[in-house]
T-cell receptor, first 114, second 111 residues
């Protein structure tokens, strides 16, 4: 079964540093998303990406965040000047109109800001 | 602001029983409804999707949708200890709009 792959699985970074989270979506999917889940809280939408541009973003996705698809396979989330409250699980998801219309989530990156 | 509400639980059921999980949503234009299972520290895993009023069955799982009441439910028959997880309800509008998640209901199946 096709998978969404995320790396790294766990990232520890110092406050103020920049991190890049990586995702390889399912190859024939066209829509890509980043979500985050702070421990004990709900899964929250950050941003959606289609045709090499942001299609929608939430209030959380401010100037500290950026997304990029640098090549034909990778989809990255960059977080600049990390804060303690950025500590969370970050999930990448991809979506296709074919099949069951559900979003397929990657295994996630646990980001810990110290 | 779209809201999806779930009872956080925990919902405890004995092995072999039926577990009933409920979800309400605020936005009447929502068109697609999903149940995800999430084990602790893991990513959401799609269990069921439902788009029309009524019931949809897949193995031990039945999703029920009532758009007039803005209510979605998930029944798990013959519950197993391996079903112990948090169940997330998610809704979306048409097209590639993002999913909006509830906080989830924690289910504990007691052997």
């Amino acid at each position: 079964e096709p998978e969404v792959t995320q790396t790294p699985s766990h990232q520890v970074t110092q406050m103020g540093q920049e991190v890049i989270l990586r995702c390889v979506p399912i190859s024939n999917h066209l829509y890509f998303y980043w979500y985050r889940q702070i421990l004990g809280q709900k899964v929250e939408f950050l941003v959606s990406f289609y045709n090499n541009e942001i299609s929608e973003k939430s209030e959380i996705f401010d100037d500290q965040f950026s997304v990029e698809r640098p090549d034909g396979s990778n989809f990255t989330l960059k977080i600049r000047s990390t804060k303690l409250e950025d500590s969370a699980m970050y999930f990448c998801a991809s979506y296709s109109f074919a099949g069951d219309y559900g979003y397929t989530f990657g295994s996630g990156t646990r980001l810990t800001v110290v | 602001q779209k809201e999806v509400e779930q009872n956080s639980g925990p919902l405890s059921v004995p092995e072999g029983a039926i577990a009933s999980l409920n979800c309400t949503y605020s936005d009447r234009v929502s068109q697609s409804f999903f149940w995800y299972r999430q084990y602790s520290g893991k990513s959401p895993e799609l269990i069921m999707s439902i788009y029309s009023n009524g019931d949809k069955e897949d193995g031990r799982f039945t999703a029920q949708l009532n758009k007039a009441s803005q209510y979605v439910s998930l029944l798990i028959r013959d519950s197993q200890p391996s079903d112990s997880a948090t169940y997330l309800c998610a809704v979306k509008d048409s097209g590639n709009t993002p999913l909006v998640f509830g906080k989830g209901t924690r289910l504990s199946v007691i052997a």
